[in-house]
């Protein structure tokens, strides 16, 4: 059934919300009902303008639902976009400080540096064009987070609208001759506290990096944005999003490949 798209006033106000827990630190139950977004458009429309709200600087995109099989669960059309914030964004071995966050969730992923821009255009890009504004291929941690008590309660469209869920980056080594990694096959572990707290997925649970970058491309396309040189784009998690409490300290390790380690600073 068609949803009621929300109001310019609406779309404020549940930008004006969201920007206020994103400085304060605090949490929400859920947005209020009749700015609570409800399709796609409404979520990206509240992501834009809180961007506008929160003045931060874009060092590129985190991909979330990247798998098909996310993908379908949640009836999308693709992957779902979220800023990476300069702010945010931080080299291994990494530390950020608890109050950051709120549940803090960690995320194995492979994350792409740009070296040309990917102008938005009228014609589709293709995988080989895309990777060829690749500089490097990087193993990263993302963590996510949300402005809601219950991360794991609010819809698609409202994680959309909360910048999908963005906490912080973690940019580990880059990978040489990264074009013959098996992105989707490769074994991947998340360990805190010394134990083994997440191994990747499988199968259609699993996303494909250069899959999800190349559609990043024609997504940020046809929104009239495209993609600039040096921006970091990381495409999904290859575990399920796993919550390690603070003080911790997590590290992916994936086989062959190195690790990315990150502190949560309690």
């Not at 798209?5 to 630190?25: F, N, Q, V, Y």
């Not at 400080?97 to 740009?114: D, G, V």
């Not at 973690?170 to 997440?198: C, D, M, N, S, Y």
Request: aromatic share 6%; charged share 20%.
């Amino acid at each position: 059934m068609p949803t009621t798209p929300l109001s310019k006033a609406a779309i404020e106000r549940a930008a004006d919300i969201l920007a206020e827990t994103w400085k304060s630190k605090k949490t929400i139950p859920a947005l209020p009902a009749e700015v609570t977004p409800a399709s796609m458009a409404d979520g990206y429309a509240i992501q834009a303008a809180l961007h506008t709200r929160l003045g931060f600087k874009t060092a590129g995109w985190k991909l979330a639902h990247s798998s098909k099989a996310a993908i379908q669960k949640s009836n999308l059309d693709g992957p779902v976009p979220g800023r990476v914030y300069a702010q945010t964004l931080q080299e291994s071995p990494a530390r950020y400080p608890a109050r950051r966050f709120s549940f803090p969730r960690f995320e194995p992923e492979f994350a792409f540096k740009l070296k040309a821009d990917l102008p938005a255009r009228s014609k589709p890009y293709g995988n080989d064009e895309v990777l060829a504004a690749v500089g490097s291929t990087h193993l990263a941690i993302e963590i996510a987070d949300a402005r809601f008590v219950d991360p794991l309660a609010i819809s698609v469209p409202v994680a959309t609208a909360d910048n999908m869920g963005t906490g912080g980056l973690v940019v580990g080594p880059a990978i040489a001759e990264w074009r013959k990694i098996p992105f989707t096959t490769i074994g991947i572990r998340l360990r805190a506290g010394g134990k083994t707290i997440a191994e990747c997925v499988s199968g259609d649970s699993r996303c494909d990096p250069v899959e999800v970058l190349t559609w990043a491309a024609n997504e940020m396309s046809r929104r009239g944005e495209g993609l600039q040189a040096g921006m970091v784009i990381s495409t999904g998690s290859h575990t399920v999003p796993t919550h390690a409490a603070a003080p911790t300290a997590v590290t992916a390790e994936f086989d062959g490949l190195g690790k990315v380690e990150v502190t949560v600073e309690g």
